[in-house]
């Protein structure tokens, strides 16, 4: 199977700033996080805290509804007793109101308000009620209801729609609805141990929602304020913690083109020197030869690796010069490049085709002469006898798409990404006599990128690779 990747082009100062970005949106981002589980935790325990203390004061409501239960229904039954006319006409004497107690179509007799019953009921004490007056003004209701579920009377304002509920437990039950609670009780006689009656008491949440609402704003608001306190000091924390990164940085590339370009003369003069005694085989002992060879050798890779490294920190640190870009004719370009390694390919036995359009591109005949000849001489180089190298050249949507393919050893999938890192070599043992740096694509690369291009390389190890290079016409 082949595998693909592809050099889109990233300047350093890009990478730099896709670096700043990342710290940034990362800082930001856990910030944002931690405030936002400050915030959720902050507001569920104010809210819970909330409904509690309003079920407490339903407790409190239903103790003091309890206490009154005995009272309200046994004048409710008198009242109902006299209502339905099954008092005796003594009692009617001693106890004479008039009945007040309705009764619906079925004959169900109907609720009363508790004004009412003690209005009737002259001689109810009142101080037993102990809801004070607040009952009537507070967002509360409670309700009375005899062992048949019929409601006695209710007092308050606020109610819920819905009958008692079926199951009710000793302790009770509370009902959560989104603007009431309510806590039903039943009543029972504790001597006998029967249920004689239930009371529900309901409190509205109005007052509770109206603190959490405010209470979301005030989070709310303060993660927006803290948010753009984040973001500004995100900016700049980010920027001075990089600063002396991307100074490290700029330091290194200019001490390796100053490197760089010190050591050129002293280069020179060494390959100059080894030269002149070469040219003068007589003046030289039989058995230094194979050493003034050896340092022939080295002095010129060195020079190779300096130029390299030269070209690469010039590259990074000036920006293409299009005024001096050339209408290059490519076809002619890669024509006189494959010439050139035509020589190899046939002493390595490795047949070499090619395939152009005529047509013409924009930039540095140098630099595109190296980036192509990189790529030809590797297939060639990394090509067993008996292979073929073809370069193709063809335009495409105003693209000039150069191909060049090998039926060479491969580039292994884990490797792919890292051909074009700088010094990179997939086997720098078995490769160390077949020349080069490792610098080779990398130069490609940034040649590409400075004309506005990109290098595609697909490959399958065993059974070679396609370097695609694509530089825009125009
Ligand atoms: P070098 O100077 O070693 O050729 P390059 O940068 O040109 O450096 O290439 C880097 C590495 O990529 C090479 O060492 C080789 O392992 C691999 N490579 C490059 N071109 C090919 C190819 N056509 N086929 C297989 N491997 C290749």
């Not at 009780?185 to 239930?198: F, H, K, R, S």
């Not at 490290?248 to 370009?261: I, M």
């Given at each position: 199977m082949a595998w693909a990747t592809d050099s889109t082009p990233i300047s350093k100062r890009k990478q730099f700033r896709r670096l700043r970005d990342r710290f940034l949106f990362t800082y930001i981002g856990v910030i944002a996080a931690t405030m936002g589980i400050f915030a959720i935790v902050t507001y569920e325990v104010v809210a819970i805290h909330r409904n509690r203390q309003l079920d407490d004061q339903l407790r409190q409501l239903s103790a003091s509804a309890l206490r009154l239960f005995p009272i309200l229904n046994y004048e409710y039954g008198e009242i109902l007793a006299e209502s339905r006319g099954e008092v005796d006409e003594d009692d009617r004497e001693e106890d004479p109101h008039d009945p007040i107690i309705t009764f619906d179509a079925a004959g169900n007799p109907q609720a009363l308000k508790l004004e009412d019953l003690i209005e009737a009921e002259g001689e109810l004490d009142t101080s037993m009620l102990a809801l004070g007056d607040s009952i009537n003004e507070l967002p509360q209701g409670i309700e009375w209801y005899r062992a048949n579920r019929a409601l006695i009377v209710k007092e308050g304002n606020k109610f819920p729609e819905a009958a008692l509920p079926e199951q009710l437990p000793r302790q009770g039950k509370i009902i959560?609805?989104?603007?009431?609670?309510?806590?039903?009780?039943?009543?029972?006689?504790?001597?006998?141990?029967?249920?004689?009656?239930?009371?529900?008491?309901?409190?509205?949440?109005?007052?509770?929602?109206?603190?959490?609402?405010?209470?979301?704003?005030?989070?709310?608001?303060?993660?927006?304020?803290?948010?753009?306190?984040?973001?500004?000091?995100?900016?700049?924390?980010?920027?001075?913690?990089?600063?002396?990164?991307?100074?490290?940085?700029?330091?290194?590339?200019?001490?390796?083109?100053?490197?760089?370009?010190?050591?050129?003369?002293?280069?020179?003069?060494?390959?100059?020197s080894v030269a002149v005694m070469q040219n003068h085989p007589e003046r030289i002992d039989e058995r230094d030869e194979a050493k003034l060879e050896a340092i022939a050798t080295a002095s010129s890779q060195m020079r190779e690796l300096v130029e390299d490294l030269l070209l690469l920190a010039r590259m990074d640190h000036h920006a293409p010069n299009r005024s001096m870009w050339r209408d290059i004719p490519l076809d002619e370009l890669l024509e006189d490049l494959v010439d050139l390694v035509r020589d190899r390919a046939d002493q390595a036995k490795v047949q070499l085709t090619e395939s152009f359009k005529s047509l013409t591109v924009q930039g540095d005949a140098d630099q595109l002469k190296r980036l192509f000849l990189n790529l030809i001489s590797n297939a060639v180089q990394y090509t067993p006898a008996g292979g073929s190298v073809a370069v193709d050249l063809e335009v495409m949507t105003n693209t000039a798409v150069v191909q060049v393919k090998d039926t060479g050893i491969g580039i292994a999938p884990e490797h792919l990404t890292k051909v074009f890192e700088r010094f990179w070599r997939a086997d720098p043992a078995r490769q160390a006599d077949a020349g080069g740096t490792g610098l080779g694509l990398a130069i490609s690369l940034a040649i590409a990128q400075r004309h506005g291009g990109k290098i595609t390389v697909t490959s399958e190890v065993g059974t070679g690779s396609c370097f695609e290079v694509c530089l825009p016409l125009g």
């Open positions: 959560k609805r989104h603007d009431f609670h309510s806590l039903s009780l039943p009543i029972y006689d504790e001597a006998q141990q029967t249920n004689v009656g239930y009371v529900r008491v309901t409190a509205s949440t109005a007052q509770v929602e109206a603190e959490l609402i405010q209470l979301r704003w005030g989070l709310l608001l303060g993660a927006l304020g803290a948010s753009g306190l984040t973001v500004i000091t995100g900016i700049w924390l980010t920027r001075a913690s990089l600063s002396p990164v991307v100074q490290s940085f700029e330091q290194l590339r200019q001490f390796t083109a100053d490197a760089s370009h010190e050591l050129r003369n002293p280069l020179t003069a060494i390959q100059a």
